[in-house]
């Protein structure tokens, strides 16, 4: 058995331990106040020096006794502001937060790789930088943490993330190359008109007629002016109009939706389209439109060649017939894309799914469960992939 999957199984108390005090306290964003203060006290029990490099961004180095190159590890951290409904005895205890998302699951398997690192910290040919990254869901943590410095002191060669998935069998580690996950932007189209009684309707302009336009001119744009061999999505998931009054016009609402897609110029364009169409649908029926990008995303690009790399010392922790090359792209999104823009990178996808199949369904689902079982082996993979990626290239 491959030496830290050995250890790491010792580690499995603490790790599920870890594991089941981030899923009991979910925090949100960038505010992972509590959170961060558990990674932090961990780390520096272990021994390591601990940066807050932004808010809730903490990061830790180990090696850099020997000469070499510098690998990121990343951990992200922020769970999703919805109930749960797990009936799991270790469930959320703060209301409108749940940890549906895995990311309990990838702070745990990231402390337990620290723990594994710094006792082997005299063997660590180069650095291994421990990331703990916040606000993933809104795609806003990658992006600070590069801003802050992450990607230097010392300067990053290779970054690789970890994600769990409630799908697959557990120890199963799904990967792709090239372009592997959507780009992704959200706005938010502010739709202004004039309200006024329901029953006289030409006195005001019905900012819900204007929204209803934009909104189904969105849909032609996809399927009219982008090419059909594009893979891209455009959603509106919320519009909010009115407080539920049958006889009232109101003055204003918004559209809320999102794009995702794999071509940045396309993104581009799509951007420019959403704007004009917001702005001269509402000019047509006499109002006004807003649009304010709320986030954005790259798409995820898993450098070819540090794939190949990375699976070949994986395949060592969870056996060759357990690497799964990815079948498609995916559409969802990961703000991990903003390390693979700027280093080479793999992301894996780490099964994690319950024993009763049946039970398996999405993350992002407020029943979500994953298996413990799978902490060991994310634990192992970090530490597998760091140790071997910083020998083969001293
Ligand atoms: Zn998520
Ligand atoms: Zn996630």
Redesign the pocket.
């Known amino acids: 058995m491959n030496k830290y999957l050995e250890r790491a199984n010792e580690l499995v108390p603490e790790l599920v331990e870890n594991r089941r005090h981030f899923h009991r306290h979910p925090e949100l964003r960038n505010e992972l106040f509590e959170t961060t203060k558990y990674v932090r006290a961990k780390l520096e029990e272990m021994g390591y020096e601990v940066n807050e490099i932004c808010q809730c961004g903490l990061v830790a180095l180990a090696g850099g006794k020997k000469p070499g190159k510098c690998i990121l590890i990343r951990g ?1 951290m922020d769970a999703l502001p919805m109930p749960e409904d797990t009936g799991l005895p270790f469930s959320s205890e703060n209301p409108g937060a749940m940890h549906a ?3 309990d699951f ?1 702070m745990a398997m990231l402390l337990g790789a620290a723990k594994i690192l710094k006792e082997h910290e005299d063997e660590i040919e180069g650095t291994v930088k421990i990331c703990f990254q916040p606000n ?2 809104t795609f806003g943590g990658a992006k600070a943490m590069i801003e802050a410095g992450v990607l230097e002191n010392p300067h990053v060669d290779v970054a690789l993330g970890i ?2 998935g409630p799908i697959a069998d557990v120890a199963t580690l799904d990967f792709g190359k090239g372009l592997t996950m959507g780009s992704a932007d959200g706005f938010d189209i502010h739709v202004k008109g004039r309200g006024c009684h329901g029953a006289a309707p030409h006195r005001g302009v019905s900012p819900i007629n204007i929204g209803t336009h934009i909104y189904l001119a969105l849909q032609e744009l996809l399927a009219r002016e982008v090419d059909a061999v594009e893979q891209c999505t455009l959603t509106v998931g919320s519009m909010i109009f009115g407080d539920g009054a049958t006889n009232v016009i109101p003055s204003e609402g918004h559209l809320y939706g999102t794009m995702r897609g794999f071509n940045a110029e396309l993104t581009k364009f799509m951007v420019r389209r959403v704007e004009e169409i917001a702005k001269g649908t509402a000019a047509t029926f006499g109002g006004e439109a807003e649009v304010n990008w709320l986030f954005s995303s790259p798409a995820m690009y898993c450098d070819p060649d540090f794939t190949d790399e990375v699976v070949r010392y994986a395949a060592d922790v969870v056996g060759a017939e357990n690497m799964i090359p990815k079948k498609a792209r995916a559409t969802g999104s ?1 703000d991990f894309a903003y390390f693979g823009q700027a280093v080479p990178s793999q992301i894996f996808w780490l099964g994690g799914g319950v024993e009763d199949k049946a039970k398996r369904i999405s ?1 992002h689902n407020p029943r979500v469960q994953f298996s413990e079982d799978a902490l060991p082996y994310g634990a192992a993979v970090y530490v597998q992939c760091a140790m071997e990626w910083l020998r083969e290239h001293k």
Request: proline share 0%; net charge negative.
């Open positions: 992200d998302c895995g990311h990838h993933e869901e994600h769990i990961e993350n």
